[in-house]
């Protein structure tokens, strides 16, 4: 790592009339670029805003947060692999449903979609290919101060993947304070001492989005073509999702985009009577100008909350059997699944061949690139790996490096540490199962200072990194059409909250300084 100039504390200690003045460049140039979100409803009443004209500044930190850089780049330079081995997943249709069976009893809302999967599957799919925006999401792990850090996955989303258009944003406005603010005020903290890396989140994003598009366009189409944002109504992270929309339209051949509130989906879309089952795109505002769906990209319904009734499941289900071009599938919504996640990560003994080996050829270096962001992961059920994890869950002394995850998808608090066994012993043994215990990554300590709601919060934080990818594949022949690595998200929270998020308030946007 490189040596830090001497004494200089990062972030600096800003003199309050050096915070006031950045703060108040952080908050106009936030607004100006759309590093905003809709305020949040403790900060603006519902009443106090009723035509919903407002936006806020998003959390952010007032300083690029020191990031390792062998771990950046080691998230970075698996992006790829991890593209494909989500998609080779998503290509097997035993292994999900061996997945599914597995927690079908707990998770009504993984078997209601796999309900649907099976409905398209005996009506036979038109389509065969399938779109991923991905996110896979890391903590650096380092003990002690002398061990090498490295990047351990908390999670890997295959569906409504968020942020890339702010982060793109964050690392901009970071990038300008670089050369506008900071330089008044602490002449080390200049763009030459400050490696930022570029940050490519919402041209890439949108470029996986148009790689689609162009497939699908390709053949002949009915009508003029068209990308769906599938979306929560209302949204409060909305320019993030603008920013990916206008990267579209702002193309030398731009693309027709719309937001589709999921709840709308049957009475503004409707499918073609032809064998293609085209997906139609009826205008609200002059329902006989229609669209053809090339792409459906979903930034909703990854939650049981998008599902209220039978009609929400009536709607994905006429997006599915659509030859649109979905982002992603049921399956591939499937394969980011937690059980699959701890399925992949649970420790083999040694004699075993990696499960990885099921999707990417044993041969392939790339297997042990992936196996080192693996945190042990371990299901509560009665499999040996299982029956192991139950007592180092119960141990008072071992669970201290232990998180609890429920298994249900959007459901549900982490339990840490100490806490698990009195939260075990209070649940019938037969509920233990819905559980997955998880090794605690230990980040190094970072500290900096998060600008939210206008006030201050200066202290420990804990960076979380996100790398996106993007994934064009034919689920027939296994071809992959379009891999590539789409740019990174650095989030920050508090290190004493233990929930992560910016849009649930707590976490907030930043960008990487690599050291
Ligand atoms: C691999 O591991 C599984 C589960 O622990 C076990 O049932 C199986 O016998 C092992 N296979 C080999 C070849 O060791
Ligand atoms: C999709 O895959 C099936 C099965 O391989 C094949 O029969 C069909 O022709 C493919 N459809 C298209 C449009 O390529
Ligand atoms: C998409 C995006 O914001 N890209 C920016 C990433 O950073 C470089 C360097 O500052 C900019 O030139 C890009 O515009």
């Keep these: 790592m490189a040596p830090s100039r001497a004494a200089e504390p990062y972030p600096p200690n800003l003199h309050p009339s050096e915070a ?45 947060s020191p990031f390792p850089r062998i771990c950046f780049e080691q998230a970075k330079s698996i992006q790829k692999a991890y593209n494909k081995l989500y998609a080779s997943i998503a290509q097997d249709e035993g292994f999900l449903e061996e997945i599914v069976q597995q927690i079908i009893e707990v998770d009504d809302f993984i078997a209601e979609l796999w309900q ?22 890391y903590m650096v792990h380092q003990s002690t101060a002398e061990e090498i850090p490295t990047i351990k996955q908390v999670e890997f989303n295959t569906i409504a993947s968020s942020f ?106 409707s499918i073609a009577e032809t064998s293609k089952r085209q997906l139609l795109y009826h205008l609200p505002s002059n329902p006989s100008k229609v669209f053809e769906v090339a792409v459906v990209y979903f930034r909703a319904g990854y939650g049981p909350g998008d599902y209220p009734d039978a009609s929400a499941w009536n709607a994905r289900l006429q997006i599915e059997r659509s030859n649109a071009i979905k982002c992603p599938t049921i399956l591939t919504q499937l394969a980011g699944a937690k059980k699959v996640q701890q399925v992949l990560a649970t420790p083999t003994s040694s ?21 080192d962001t693996f945190t042990n992961i371990f299901p509560l059920d009665d499999t040996p790996a299982g029956q192991e994890a139950r007592k180092l869950a119960i141990d008072p002394e071992k669970c201290k490096g232990y998180v609890l995850k429920p298994q249900r998808e959007g459901g549900g608090n982490n339990i840490y540490r100490t806490a698990i066994p009195p939260f075990l012993k209070s649940l019938p043994e037969t509920h233990w199962k819905s559980f997955i215990l998880m090794e605690i990554i230990i980040p190094p300590p970072v500290k900096n200072i998060i600008l939210r709601n206008g ?38 929270k508090g290190d004493k909250s233990e929930e992560g998020g910016v849009a649930a308030g707590f976490g907030s946007m930043d960008s990487c300084r690599l050291v």
């Design 455 to 492: 006030a201050l919060e200066q202290g420990g934080v804990i960076c979380e990194l996100g790398v996106y990818g993007t994934c064009l594949w034919d689920q027939a022949t296994k071809k992959i059409l379009h891999n590539e690595e789409a740019g990174y998200l650095l989030r920050t």
């Design 20 to 64: 006031e003045q950045l703060v108040a460049t952080i908050k106009d140039w936030s607004i100006a670029h759309g590093l905003a979100v809709r305020p949040p409803p403790a900060v603006i009443s519902a009443e106090a805003d009723p035509q919903g004209i407002l936006a806020t500044t998003v959390p952010v930190t007032l300083f690029p």
């Design 164 to 269: 890339g258009g702010l982060s793109s944003q964050t690392s901009k406005l970071h990038k300008y304070l670089a050369v506008s603010d900071y330089p008044l005020f602490k002449k080390s903290l200049q763009t030459t001492e400050l490696d930022l890396p570029e940050n490519q989140s919402t041209k890439s994003l949108a470029l996986g989005l148009r790689s689609a598009y162009d497939a699908y366009t390709k053949s002949e189409n009915i009508h003029p073509c068209c990308i769906i944002f599938v979306v929560q109504d209302p949204e409060r992270n909305i320019f993030d999702q603008r920013h990916l929309e206008y990267e579209l339209q702002q193309h030398k051949s731009p693309i027709s985009v719309f937001r589709l509130p999921f709840a709308e989906t049957l009475t503004r879309t």
């Design 351 to 371: 004699s075993n061949l990696s499960i990885l080996t099921r999707f990417i050829e044993a041969e392939d270096p790339s297997i042990h690139g992936l196996e």
């Design 116 to 137: 649907v999967h099976l409905k398209v599957k005996e009506e036979g799919y038109v389509q065969n290919l399938s779109l991923g925006l991905f996110r896979s999401d």
